[in-house]
């Protein structure tokens, strides 16, 4: 197999991400994949940044068997031995988290959304390249625009996967692969999203400062 891992950022990079970029960089090596930067509006370049991350879909990428997108306040969870391309299957990440923001994607879009297809948090997504090429031939520049500067990547990747008829296909153990660093349960994480929230209710702090207090911690 060949498979690649990709981030995308548009602008300078700031610590966080610079670290992000390392740490990923590092586990695609681990996993005996390829890794790229995206960098710049290259998708579509008049969306929205978040939508820019759709450039995975893009032929350039048909060389490889599995694409993982990650966002750049990604790591993996210090330890990780488990290979996100050949020990998973799955497309994204769907929790009650998930099911609560699709409920108000339906009420704001309702001639864009079908309840029977999935929607998948936009910090991770693992697609095959058969399910590239299929949602590739949907990509509609007035449909995504739509979703530019609000529900972005995760409402596209929505109106995809309803035009291309695919199924759910969650990536396993609900949060494990994206876990929101306030969150409990982060010891048994496989990747860590740097939020500013420190505990669920609330009392933020700078994304670097949560950082820092995972790698006291030994997480990251």
Not at 14 to 39: D, F
Not at 41 to 52: I, K
Not at 56 to 65: A, K, P
Not at 167 to 184: A, I, V
């Amino acid at each position: 197999m060949k498979n690649i891992l990709l981030q995308h950022w548009t602008g300078n990079q700031p610590e966080l991400v610079q670290k992000s970029v390392a740490n990923m960089k590092k586990y695609a090596i681990k996993c005996g994949a390829n890794y790229r930067l995206l960098e710049g509006n290259g998708f579509r370049s008049w969306l929205a940044t978040p939508c820019q991350k759709l450039w995975m879909l893009d032929e350039e990428f048909d060389e490889y068997d599995v694409v993982v997108m990650v966002d750049p306040d990604m790591f993996t969870r210090k330890g990780l031995q488990e290979n996100i391309f050949t020990d998973v299957t799955g497309i994204g990440m769907y929790t009650e988290f998930q099911a609560n923001l699709f409920i108000k994607l339906q009420q704001q879009y309702p001639l864009l959304t079908d309840k029977d297809f999935p929607y998948w948090g936009g910090a991770i997504y693992r697609l095959e390249r058969e399910h590239r090429v299929e949602m590739r031939k949907y990509l509609n520049d007035a449909e995504m625009t739509a979703h530019s500067g609000n529900f972005n990547d995760e409402g596209i990747m929505h109106r995809l996967a309803t035009h291309a008829r695919i199924p759910m296909q969650k990536l396993p153990g609900g949060f494990k692969w994206c876990h929101c660093s306030y969150r409990e349960g982060i010891e048994e994480s496989a990747m860590i999203h740097i939020r500013t929230k420190t505990i669920p209710t609330g009392n933020k702090k700078p994304k670097l400062d949560n950082y820092y207090t995972l790698v006291k911690r030994g997480l990251i």
